[in-house]
Nanobody, 116 residues
């Protein structure tokens, strides 16, 4: 059974940090291109960051560049998102998304709320 399970979300003050994790199972994680995508209240999906299967290439939305870092540990089948200098506009449900040719998997999301 394929699963992507996000964790690490929560309530944090502006300027604070959180580290999201996405634990993968049921598929060959190391072969998949992985992403983080978020959805703010009342808005559509917004792409946040990508990482290739080997972890050597990463990409970021302009809105998070310099503040967020995506990484992966293929030995642990886990994707990460280190989020620093958080802003209220980062408040959203964060999803991890894995894809390979013909396959497409999503997690259930973890809520991040940035508020004082």
């Amino acid at each position: 059974q394929v699963q992507l399970v996000e964790s690490g979300g929560g309530l944090v003050q502006p300027g604070g940090s959180l580290r999201l994790s996405c634990a993968a199972s049921g598929f060959t994680f190391s072969s998949y291109y992985m992403s983080w995508v978020r959805q703010a209240p009342g808005k559509g999906l917004e792409w946040v960051s990508d990482i290739n299967s080997g972890g050597g290439s990463t990409y970021y939305a302009d809105s998070v560049k310099g503040r967020f870092t995506i990484s992966r540990d293929n030995a642990k089948n886990t994707l990460y998102l280190q989020m620093n200098s958080l802003k209220p506009e980062d408040t959203a449900l964060y999803y991890c998304w894995g894809r390979a040719t013909g396959y497409d998997y999503w997690g259930q999301g973890t809520q991040v709320t940035v508020s004082s």
